[in-house]
């Protein structure tokens, strides 16, 4: 037995030895103290037993994957038609209106971590105002505030971030005084991570002390954060509804009335928003249906004879969802635990003698599982259309379409919009650019808000910033 500091890590390395990774220890005595504390650390928080299950699902050549043989266009359903999705001072909306109010509601931000190249910084501390150059995470907060002071209430807001940017990310809104938000009520949950595992079943380490980990997916936060004690908590604050909502889409709607009104009245367990799909989102999971369940697939795992020509696969999802609690305690309670991916990588990593390999050809597997799964379960559910140019500008890449230049510019074009529809009129001189138009949601949340404001300008001929609560 290698010396360890306690009885804990004993029984730590006792289980990393038990299950196979005896391979890990080979060098222990050349490792610095503070490389030795990290090789432990990062293996208590490994689930062995569910590492067991997906090698041996992988050994057997079983695969998670649903039969794509029976693929058929989804339903899908339309929102009642309003100016904007935030309803005035009408009672359309009386039982999201209620929901709201009443802290039945709470927001989880999928906020993942650096998404975008060699970034040190999380995807959510991306500049994307038009002029302000305020963060995602400000917008997305700026949202909350102003839904917050319509409905007279504290929605809790749920960010789910890499381990690495953690503290990074909490330290961001620490800073910025948690952009106007009760800090009680912003919750910091890290990503659960699995290990990189090679061909032998052997987790890979990225450096000496560290182990090789990837995160686990989006699925995992209904396994960790959302496991039995993590529900009952939400209960007791009152919560009933989770809207889930991804940090790199600035257009979203957060917890968007109409949608949480058509989900309340419909009775449904899960809703979806689903927007037209172009020809090269690849990346893009398609809304489909299979008998009487409807879920997402990856575009690049439909069969290849079904990826032209159906109208149903052109239904993206936009990755705004409302699962009722009550659906997410049946998961646990029928034990219908969401399907891991294997997907193989390149990955560099330190072998027996502690020296770096750089493999040129797929080395390892990484497993992962998708919120979206979840959806296959329901036993009633929905998929609702969004427009596209309202609600859906991704951050997927550093420049060019779907980066943040793009959706700067999709967000401007949005409010200029609200702008022209509300009578202002945009008078700059011919053949110069467009100008830049930004509002916060502090100052309009959405067009109808927008035209109840008595100190709109009259005409704009230059970029604008409309920003401060509503008076």
């Known amino acids: 037995m290698i010396k360890v500091n306690s009885e804990t890590d004993k029984v730590c390395v006792a289980k990393a030895q038990e299950a196979g990774q005896a391979h890990l220890f080979e060098n222990w005595d050349d490792l610095a103290q503070d ?11 490994v689930n062995y037993q569910l590492v067991k299950r997906l090698l041996h699902q992988s050994r057997q050549g079983k695969s998670p994957e649903i039969d794509l043989g029976m ?35 709470a927001l989880l931000l999928l906020a993942g971590g650096a998404s975008l190249g060699a970034s040190s910084e999380p995807t959510g501390m991306l500049p994307i105002g038009p002029i302000s150059g305020k963060s995602l995470f400000q917008l997305h907060a700026e949202k909350i505030r102003a839904i917050n002071h319509r409905y007279k209430t504290s929605l809790g807001f749920h960010i789910v971030i890499h381990p690495d940017y953690l503290e990074m990310t909490s330290e961001f809104f620490k800073e910025q005084n948690h952009f106007g938000l009760n800090p009680a009520d912003v919750h910091f949950v890290p990503q659960t991570l ?13 450096r000496e002390g560290r182990l090789a980990l990837s995160p686990s997916g989006h699925g995992g936060v209904l396994d960790q954060y959302l496991d039995s004690d993590g529900l009952e ?30 989900h309340i009245e419909g009775g449904y367990e899960v809703s979806s928003k689903c927007i037209d799909r172009l020809e090269d989102e690849d990346s893009l999971g398609v809304f489909c249906r299979i008998g009487e369940a409807t879920g997402v697939v990856k575009y690049a795992d439909l069969p290849e004879e079904e990826r032209n020509g159906k109208p149903g696969h052109l239904i993206g999802n936009m990755a705004a ?21 294997k997907t193989e990588k390149t990955v560099e990593f330190i072998d027996h003698r502690g020296e770096l390999v750089r493999p040129t050809e797929p080395n390892c597997f990484e497993f992962n599982c998708r919120i979206y799964d979840a959806l296959w ?43 022209e529809r509300c009578g202002v009129e945009f008078t700059g001189k011919a053949g110069e650019v467009a100008p830049m138009v930004e509002i916060s949601p502090l100052y309009a949340l959405n067009e109808t808000e927008l035209k109840s404001r008595s100190d709109l300008p009259g005409e704009i001929t230059d970029d604008i910033l409309l920003t401060g609560a509503k008076t």
């Open 35 to 45: 490389e030795q504390r990290k090789l432990i650390e990062d293996l208590r928080s």
């Open 71 to 105: 693929l058929a266009a989804p339903e899908i359903e339309q929102l009642p038609e309003t100016p904007a999705s935030i309803d005035g001072d009408g009672d359309c909306f009386k039982n999201a209106r209620q929901a709201l109010s009443e802290g039945k509601v």
């Open 194 to 206: 699995l290990p990189l595992i090679d061909r032998r079943g052997r987790f890979l380490r990225s």
């Open 233 to 262: 908590k939400f209960r007791e604050d009152g919560v009933e509804y989770i809207f889930f909502f991804q940090v790199d889409n600035p257009l979203v709607p957060v917890a968007d009335p109409a949608f949480l009104e058509h």
């Open 321 to 341: 969802h409302i699962f009722n609690l009550d659906f997410i305690s049946r998961l646990h309670t029928e034990k219908l635990h969401l399907a891991f991916h």
């Open 377 to 419: 379960s329901a036993e009633k559910s929905c998929v609702v259309y969004a427009d596209r140019e309202a609600e859906f500008s991704p951050i997927k890449q550093m420049g060019g379409e779907s980066s943040s230049l793009s959706a700067q510019r999709d967000l401007s074009q949005l409010y200029a919009g609200w702008l």
